[in-house]
């Protein structure tokens, strides 16, 4: 396996900004992808805001920050690719657009490159039977906020190759992260346990058991949580909540995983949490 010294970055969104944001800091060379100009113009701007807190913090230097910013190339064209040594994806948590990325980076990406998934649900072995590569397909699952959080949930599908493996765990040390490896079921494990909380958070809040900060300040106070699982949930997004809902009830079959009704309400009103402004709380 060839040195990696330059990572792809498919998705320049939250997820996407931050996977960059910490590879460059990292010292990796980025090449960031999105559809539109204003999409990388908006992730730059991200990661340059979120530069300039750690350098607020002391964490890094300014002469630290110029020089992460000055690693990350961004594009529109996703021929780009074709320069990276590592991949990641960071699109929707969708299939169909998922399957479609990884097909072209199939024909894209030199032989050997290992292409990654950052899905939070989505099965890693079907996301490989797409391509030629299946051995060197893997799920490398960020938490966000990335450049804060550590875990990075590493999901090996029924192809991938140990050698795969070490690569993509290597790596995430190199980021500043710590792996866990997990197998590839519906949700892995951070999103199989995560989810079902807050889905029954919201139907505590739909059947009237108590106001959102209620059921927010017993689990804060009461499970020692960092932040409520509605706080989460809009912080996450609610779209994002109920598309992993919908894998989860699908990938297992059992009715312990139905979303919530209120949550394909607020999902239908526009009611996404923070990226729109309002949803169990305002913004």
């Known amino acids: 396996m060839a040195e990696i010294k330059t990572i792809g970055v498919i998705g320049g969104g939250t997820m996407g ?26 992730a730059l701007s991200t990661i340059s805001r979120n530069l300039d807190r750690e350098v607020a913090k002391n964490k890094i230097s300014l002469a630290d920050k110029d020089a992460a910013i000055s690693r990350i190339t961004s594009t529109t064209k996703n021929t780009a690719m074709a320069e990276a040594d590592f991949i990641i994806e960071a699109v929707i948590e ?41 051995d060197k397909v893997i799920g490398m699952h960020f938490m966000n ?4 959080m550590t875990l990075v949930e590493i999901v090996r599908g029924l192809a991938t190759s140990d ?55 017993v689990m804060k106070l009461g499970m020692n949580h ?22 989860l009830h699908a990938g297992l079959g059992d009715s312990k995983y139905r979303p919530c009704p209120l949550l394909r309400k607020m999902v239908d009103a526009g009611h996404l949490g923070r990226k729109s402004g309002r949803g169990f709380y305002s913004y």
């Open 17 to 42: 900004n931050g996977i960059a944001h910490v590879a460059a800091r990292s010292g990796f060379n980025v090449i960031l992808h999105d559809l539109e100009p204003q999409f990388l113009d908006r």
């Open 94 to 134: 969708q299939f169909d657009m998922k399957s479609k990325v990884f097909e072209s980076m199939d024909e894209i990406a030199r032989p050997g490159v290992i292409l990654a998934s950052n899905t939070s649900s989505i099965s890693i072995t079907k996301i490989a039977a797409k391509t030629k590569r299946p």
């Open 145 to 148: 906020p990335v450049p804060v």
């Open 163 to 217: 050698e795969t493996y070490g690569v993509t765990k290597h790596l995430s040390e190199a980021l500043g992260k710590t792996p866990v490896e997990v197998n590839d079921y519906p949700g892995f494990v951070s999103n199989r346990v995560l989810m079902p909380m807050i889905n029954e958070a919201i139907f505590c809040v739909m059947e009237g058991v108590g106001t959102p900060e209620a059921i927010d300040s």
């Open 226 to 247: 960092p932040i409520g699982p509605l706080a989460l949930a809009d912080l996450i997004g609610l779209d994002v909540c109920l598309d992993i809902m919908e894998v």
